[in-house]
């Protein structure tokens, strides 16, 4: 008599959730059982599995909708502390007096900022975010406490930034081989493309903080590590006017003439572009980081329905604004749709729901491994309590989650099949305990700050 052989008792067992699943062969599926094993999908079912037992962790799906994470690919963790005044300040914080800046942070200080602006992110549904700001060999770490997997990079810059919200543009070759530097240790010490749960995307700040001849440097260094860029591109007047007259260029001219304009650069903002720009980012088959709620805060907005018209790949960021990714969602849908001045099928909702998961990890070159909840997939999953009011009727589910959801809606969150989010609050950390030494901190700086401003007065 022949037996039959029952497939591997699952690790864990995402129990009935509808699914929201970022796989174009399977978008949609209305009640799946999702088994889990070695941090990584193993079967998703459209009914419940026979081959459970006590050894697997089960996680309720019922009123649930699960979703992929959410990969957050331009952020600046430690910027809390300006929360609530740089959305109205009409400029970025580091060009603007009487704020804390990144070189006033003390490594205390950001350690406790970093893993504040980490554990937001990760109770928001962020599994991965990338971030650039100083320390950040204190901030990956302090990241990735929380169960984030956490990438970035230190920003890398030769302009004297202690100066430039002064309004002084002066560069120097030392400061550009220290951030350098800076880099390349981080790279040894935390890019991990096995594991994940660290990697380093190099970020030199923006054109008009970089010489052309670090952005050169920059380039091997990428070339020679196999790795990606994320900078700063034509985000403010000031920037592009700048570059206009150091270098006779625009910002993707600059980048394009020191061979980092391709695939394998992430752009935030790409607000102040021309035709032309926008066709050579496009025809490069470069990365927007839509940063749809913090340029549409500070009065503009990127012109996406273009750039993805020209070919660019686009994926949604936060900035330093809030880590909400789900009502980002909703300021990019709505950017697209004024941009057309009309509702259109290449502005719908999956159109941004694409972009916060799949769309984030192509480009961070990770589409294979996450991004999507496929068999063979790192298991980064997101459950959402859809037993609210403002998220019934189920007559559309992705439509409702993108235009009412929030990120308080998330439940539970799970990276590589570990829960590290359980009833809406972390795991791995306490909650208050990261609250009160960020608020600390953030009191420190701002102290530093004013007594600062009160000195150039």
Known sequence: MPTTTLPPIPDLLVAGATALTSDPARPYIEK???????GRVQAIRESAPEHVDARTQVVPGEGRVVTPGFVNVHTHAILSMVRGVAED???APAYTMGVPHGHDVRPDEAYALAQLGGLEA????????NDSFTHQEIALAAMAETGLRAWGCGRIHDVDFSRVHLGEWTYDTKIGEWTLGLAADLIDRFHDPADLRTGVVLAPHAPDTCTPDLLRQV???RDAKGLRINTHVAQSRVEVDFIRERDGMSPPEL???VGLLDDRLIGAHCIHLSESDIARLGGAGAHIAHIAKGNQTHGSTAPT???RRAGMNLALSTDNMHADMVELMRWALATGRLQEGRITEAWQPATVFEAATIGGARALGLDSEIGSIEEGKRADLVLFDFRRPHLRPLTNVLGTLVHTGQGRDVETVIVEGEVVVRSG???RVDRMAVIDAAEAAARALWARANAEAEAHQ
């Open 122 to 129: 990760l109770c928001f549904g962020s599994t991965l975010i």
């Open 305 to 307: 329905h273009a750039l």
């Open 89 to 91: 300040m009409g400029f």
């Open 32 to 38: 799946a059982w999702i088994e889990v094993s070695g």
């Open 219 to 221: 380039r091997e260094l």
């Open 255 to 257: 980048l394009d003439s």
């Open 425 to 427: 609050e972390p795991v």
